[in-house]
């Protein structure tokens, strides 16, 4: 259920998420559904069209509940209001400079997800394929041959440019097995499609994506009934498994198959160095801080989280996450495990419910998301499988809910397998 809280304009500060107003969105000069006020000015411009918001306080600051509208009419208070302070988070220097110089272009879907669904099918077999045959060699004979996955990268980060949600919807059907390789496979798309949305040149998505994939290679080293063994871990096997990162750098930095050309970009090897160091010291191998964590390893560590709790983990027992509760989790550790900045923009490119999340309709209609508006993303195309009585629909529907009325939208996300719908064999 949705955390929301209805709220006067007087009650709202800087740092609070608006996920709904008190008339429909399209009646209103807002392009996207569901605001984050960044400024007064944010504050000021909702004041013009409305009396009352909805806040979320789960992708945002809570209200202070003496500004809460406790019933239709006037706005009624517990205590008289009171002027509010904003309350800002300001960036050190070093860290906006480096999150704005990193801004080079703006993206623009050129093909339907339709249309690219194949294409993007095709280029992550290749890029799998690619990786196993990368993976074994090292395994066998210490050879890292990099220029084996250059093709296959580059026609991942091609298709993510063209239409990022074909080729998650891609990994999203192929999340259903634990292996290490399908996790690497899903953070390089994902690390890809964030590269995407932050206007990164496409050579700087491109080391994104291989760095993402390179992430946990030194698992490779650890012992398979570590990996495989249910449960939680004691401190001594924790503290083993964390020895994975250092592993992965020495193997990716004294391969015999890399020549003085073909050594890894640093921006790749930080990645995989500092993917669990956090912005608060609390991470590993390092305990680094903030700005001592390189940009890339702050965007690996944000998706690497992400990933790690929407899939199956080899070492855990706990299930996989729904995207709208991993994405509230992640909103809590901004300015704390992570960059605030960087979350929040991570949070857009991924939406509350991404490309192959299964939710329910507000009719009690049940659809897996096949596509999300860039302009509306809480209402999304929805491929509806199950009727209002959960029922299995003979035929699928395919309905985009930005072009219904706004009285039909999601109630909430599901679980994975929610129902007994297996999305493999959905779509697949």
Same mark, same amino acid.
């Given at each position: 259920?949705?955390?929301?809280?209805?709220?006067?304009?007087?009650?709202?500060?800087?740092?609070?998420?608006?996920?709904?107003?008190?008339?429909?969105?399209?009646?209103?000069?807002?392009?996207?559904?569901?605001?984050?006020?960044?400024?007064?000015?944010?504050?000021?411009?909702?004041?013009?069209?409305?009396?009352?918001?909805?806040?979320?306080?789960?992708?945002?600051?809570?209200?202070?509940?003496?500004?809460?509208?406790?019933?239709?009419?006037?706005?009624?208070?517990?205590?008289?209001?009171?002027?509010?302070?904003?309350?800002?988070?300001?960036?050190?220097?070093?860290?906006?400079?480096?999150?704005?110089?990193?801004?080079?272009?703006?993206?623009?879907?050129?093909?339907?997800?339709?249309?690219?669904?194949?294409?993007?099918?095709?280029?992550?077999?290749?890029?799998?394929?690619?990786?196993?045959?990368?993976?074994?060699?090292?395994?066998?004979?210490?050879?890292?041959?990099?220029?084996?996955?250059?093709?296959?990268?580059?026609?991942?980060?091609?298709?993510?440019?063209?239409?990022?949600?074909?080729?998650?919807?891609?990994?999203?059907?192929?999340?259903?097995?634990?292996?290490?390789?399908?996790?690497?496979?899903?953070?390089?798309?994902?690390?890809?499609? +964030? *590269? &995407?949305?932050? %206007?990164?040149?496409? #050579?700087?998505?491109?080391?994104?994506? =291989?760095?993402?994939?390179?992430? $946990?290679?030194?698992?490779?080293?650890?012992?398979?009934?570590?990996?495989?063994?249910?449960?939680?871990?004691?401190?001594?096997?924790?503290?083993?498994?964390?020895?994975?990162?250092?592993?992965?750098?020495?193997?990716?930095?004294?391969?015999?198959?890399?020549?003085?050309?073909?050594?890894?970009?640093?921006?790749?090897?930080?990645?995989?160095?500092?993917?669990?160091?956090?912005?608060?010291?609390?991470?590993?191998?390092?305990?680094?801080?903030?700005?001592?964590?390189?940009? +890339? *390893? &702050?965007?690996? %560590?944000?998706?690497? #989280?992400?990933?790690?709790?929407?899939? =199956?983990?080899?070492?855990?027992? $706990?299930?996989?996450?729904?995207?709208?509760?991993?994405?509230?989790?992640?909103?809590?550790?901004?300015?704390?495990?992570?960059?605030?900045?960087?979350?929040?923009?991570?949070?857009?490119?991924?939406?509350?419910?991404?490309?192959?999340?299964?939710?329910?309709?507000?009719?009690?209609?049940?659809?897996?998301?096949?596509?999300?508006?860039?302009?509306?993303?809480?209402?999304?195309?929805?491929?509806?499988?199950?009727?209002?009585?959960?029922?299995?629909?003979?035929?699928?529907?395919?309905?985009?809910?930005?072009?219904?009325?706004? #009285?039909?939208?999601?109630?909430?996300? =599901?679980?994975?397998?929610?129902?007994?719908?297996?999305?493999?064999?959905?779509?697949?």
């Amino acid at each position: 259920m949705k955390k929301e809280v209805k709220t006067s304009i007087d009650g709202l500060e800087i740092g609070m998420y608006i996920a709904r107003l008190d008339k429909p969105w399209l009646k209103t000069p807002y392009e996207l559904e569901g605001v984050k006020i960044k400024s007064l000015k944010d504050i000021e411009r909702l004041r013009k069209y409305c009396n009352y918001v909805y806040v979320d306080i789960e992708l945002g600051y809570s209200p202070d509940p003496r500004f809460w509208v406790v019933r239709e009419g006037p706005k009624v208070y517990t205590t008289p209001p009171q002027p509010v302070v904003a309350k800002p988070t300001v960036l050190p220097p070093e860290l906006h400079n480096e999150y704005t110089a990193l801004r080079k272009n703006e993206y623009q879907d050129t093909a339907a997800i339709e249309a690219e669904y194949f294409v993007a099918e095709q280029a992550h077999e290749r890029l799998q394929a690619d990786f196993h045959k990368v993976m074994d060699k090292l395994g066998q004979n210490n050879e890292f041959e990099v220029d084996e996955l250059n093709e296959s990268i580059a026609g991942v980060v091609d298709s993510v440019i063209r239409a990022p949600g074909a080729m998650t919807l891609v990994i999203k059907l192929r999340q259903f097995d634990d292996s290490t390789y399908t996790r690497a496979l899903g953070t390089s798309v994902w690390c890809a499609t +964030f *590269g &995407r949305h932050l %206007g990164l040149e496409k #050579s700087a998505i491109e080391l994104l994506a =291989l760095g993402g994939l390179l992430l $946990d290679v030194g698992k490779s080293a650890v012992p398979v009934e570590l990996l495989k063994k249910p449960g939680k871990l004691t401190g001594k096997e924790h503290k083993k498994l964390r020895g994975h990162v250092d592993q992965s750098v020495r193997m990716l930095t004294t391969s015999s198959g890399l020549s003085l050309e073909q050594r890894l970009p640093m921006e790749v090897l930080q990645m995989v160095a500092a993917h669990h160091e956090r912005a608060d010291g609390s991470g590993y191998p390092q305990a680094l801080e903030n700005p001592a964590i390189p940009i +890339f *390893g &702050r965007i690996a %560590g944000i998706v690497d #989280s992400f990933d790690a709790m929407t899939n =199956l983990r080899l070492y855990s027992a $706990d299930e996989p996450m729904p995207p709208h509760e991993a994405i509230a989790e992640l909103y809590e550790l901004r300015g704390k495990s992570f960059q605030a900045e960087l979350v929040e923009q991570f949070i857009q490119t991924v939406g509350l419910y991404p490309t192959g999340s299964l939710i329910e309709l507000s009719t009690g209609e049940v659809g897996a998301v096949i596509s999300v508006n860039g302009l509306r993303r809480l209402r999304p195309s929805v491929m509806l499988l199950l009727d209002s009585n959960k029922e299995p629909l003979q035929q699928f529907r395919l309905v985009d809910l930005s072009k219904l009325d706004d #009285s039909i939208s999601v109630a909430k996300g =599901l679980q994975r397998g929610a129902y007994g719908i297996d999305m493999k064999e959905v779509f697949l």
